[in-house]
């Protein structure tokens, strides 16, 4: 049933849906044990573990403070044909508060520039998803099982990338306008368009342009601002040289 | 906190976004009893109960044959700002399979022609969501509980307007497309276009156009083909009135 969709494309794919969509579907367990499914923004961690930022006032976020077994469905954008044709992965784990949102809230604020008007509310806090698991469905037949480990990027590389993060992502935005059209277009197979980064992390750099977004990742992980530099460099030039082939 | 959001509204608004949704998220209990959240295209039953079409082979009719708690997440379509900004109504029930889906069948593949293809595939079958009770946010504020029975239309309502609806349908779409036009624009304050019914139901007609879709409710609810052209001809009388006005 399953073809050409091998553990690592499912786990790239996979990293690409969480890091792409604007929101998804939180599961939680209701008071009564039923699974309850809710609308929530997201955004990812410089680990790319999914993050959210929830009032205490929502069913769903007394769900959690009671169990924190909880699961988030992310699903590619809308089409005008049969919706389960739709990629889309069910991520599960367990939700932690963060204590001290401090990056993830900048990264949150990155992609959701409207949250600015509540991120600080005093009913409002950042959870993240620990994935223990995911189930990812591209389409009829593309179906495959991904390790929690395989979403994340090795701890050891988020240390420096994340302080390195916001300022490189408003250096491209400044400076690289021409990187990140040729990265989004050419290797990411997105529309043409005015492509910004909203993220960096250790493997990939994930970029939007309206309502459209797209992850294009590195050939290799990268740990610190030199690789990250030469990985962005060495993805810009072959789009460069595939584009003019085209 | 909550403006102008009474039982009544927060329960039509409801029944709008589960009867125009084309697909929810479903909540299910998976074998470690995590809540899990799936993508699954839906439709609904003709006294507006929420009906799914999925696989045997699939992770959520695995769960659901485990234990039939379920949740459908409908959220209203995608914007350009806020995420939160959407209007989204959480369901919330025991799922059911349908042991002889006529009726919901014949619905299901008005309202996804595509599923033509699979839909009597040995693995694939009809589910049902019992709604016990439903959570709506309709933005920031406006937030409200809705029961079960006041998503759906009255039993003896159904009975005959099962045998009329699709035929009704047909109808509208051959002969009345200026009264669909009126009924989903003056009424629906949908977008201009060429809206097509895909379903009648004892409490409203939904109509669609490309991705786009739109509920309108009658006065009163009807339960045979008489009352059901009054409610439609004076739902038209009075959007040509109204649209006249503007």
Redesign the interface.
Known sequence: MVTNFDGPAAARLARALIHTA?????????AN???????V?TATAIDGAPIVLISQL??HTLNLGRDS?????F?S??V?????T?S?V?V?GEAQRIAEPSHERDRFLRR?P??ELYVDFADFSFWRLVPSHA?I?AGFGQIADVAGVDLLAAADLCETLAGVDSGACAHMNEDHLDALKLMAEVIGGAPQGDWRSYALDPLGIDMAN??NAVRVEYDEPVGASKPLIQALRTLTERARQNGQTI
Chains 1, 2 share one sequence.
């Not at 604007?22 to 209701?30: E, H, K, M, P």
């Not at 077994?69 to 469905?73: K, P």
């Open positions: 604007r929101d998804g579907a939180l599961g939680t367990l209701d044990g039923y699974p309850n499914a809710s609308h923004a929502a069913n077994r909880a699961s988030l469905l699903v954008p809308d005008d044909g049969d919706t389960n739709r889309r069910s599960v959701h409207d949250a189930h469905v309206g309502s």
